[in-house]
T-cell receptor, first 114, second 112 residues
């Protein structure tokens, strides 16, 4: 059972470079989301999607783009990386947005922007 | 807006009981979750409360008071493996139903 798969696990970028963090889930979950986790800041929601073709902004969306063309995939794009985007990124999914539906997290991506 | 507060750090000894508190002020409330996160790993689900009262799951229990905007996670018979960060999270309502807001986490250290 793969669950939520994130790639890559580690990435180093130079300021201004672009890249895409990949997230895929094989549980047929409608809801997918991206969080960043910084020391002392907890998990902060970047973007989320309640189904294919539908995305919405979270608490800290600036500098990030997302799309949801399939149920399985929810990539996160950094168009022009900045040092402030150095963080650990987690993708998470759940069956839907019913009140009791828990999130399943990927193993995370450690991103450093120099 | 959302404001979720937890203590930053707690320590306890093996075999003891510890209570981790969480207070929240949110524009909408549709359930509260607790997650456990070991260092370098992803968060994993522990418990969920949407109605007032206590939910018990083995050594872990979670309590909710909606009128007070307050929850706690109770860990009994502590083990070394319980050393981790414990995250309180609140689900939004209405237009923010798709959002799960997290507190900053409580780092629990269990000593032998």
């Amino acid at each position: 059972n793969a669950g939520v798969t994130q790639t890559p696990k580690f990435q180093v970028l130079k300021t201004g470079q672009s890249m895409t963090l990949q997230c895929a889930q094989d549980m047929n979950h409608e809801y997918m989301s991206w969080y960043r986790q910084d020391p002392g800041m907890g998990l902060r929601l970047i973007h989320y999607s309640v189904g294919a073709g539908i995305t919405d902004q979270g608490e800290v969306p600036n500098g990030y783009n997302v799309s949801r063309s399939t149920t399985e995939d929810f990539p996160l794009r950094l168009l022009s990386a900045a040092p402030s985007q150095t963080s650990v990124y987690f993708c998470a999914s759940s069956p839907g947005t019913a009140t009791n539906e828990k999130l399943f997290f990927g193993s995370g991506t450690q991103l450093s922007v120099l | 807006g959302q404001n979720i507060d937890q203590p930053t750090e707690m320590t306890a000894t093996e075999g003891a009981i510890v209570q981790i508190n969480c207070t929240y002020q949110t524009s909408g409330f549709n359930g509260l979750f607790w997650y456990q996160q070991h260092a370098g790993e992803a968060p994993t689900f522990l418990s969920y409360n949407v109605l007032d009262g206590l939910e018990e799951k083995g050594r872990f229990s979670s309590f909710l008071s909606r009128s007070k905007g307050y929850s706690y996670l109770l860990l009994k018979e502590l083990q070394m493996k319980d050393s981790a960060s414990y995250l309180c999270a609140v689900r939004g309502r209405g237009s923010t139903l798709g959002r799960l807001y997290f507190g900053r986490g409580t780092q629990l250290t269990v000593w032998p």
